[in-house]
């Protein structure tokens, strides 16, 4: 892993209230993490890392923004994300 990218994505990672987040998610492009590193997930897709990608994809702890319902969401909820282009990666909030 890629130590200065590392950095720099760790250095971008922001909060934000879910109608901020919620038009990246209608467009397709919000991906959720659950029991990861966000940044280590945000310097897997910068990198192309399918292996990783798809190992996460596979067990759950990264998931597709569509597979997750976000109807009983407010505007007014906070999330944790950082944006990898073209990417919004966000931490996925407790049930």
Known sequence: MSDALYLELRRSVQHAEWRWVR?????????FVRALD???????LANDDQAAVGSWLAEGRLRRGEDVDTSAWTDDDRLVFLIVQPFVVALLPDA
Do not use: F, Q, S, T
Not at 23 to 31: D, I, K, Q, Y
Not at 38 to 44: K, L, R
């Open 23 to 31: 038009p990246h998610h209608e467009a397709g492009r919000l991906v």
């Open 38 to 44: 966000i940044v280590e997930v945000g310097v897997a």
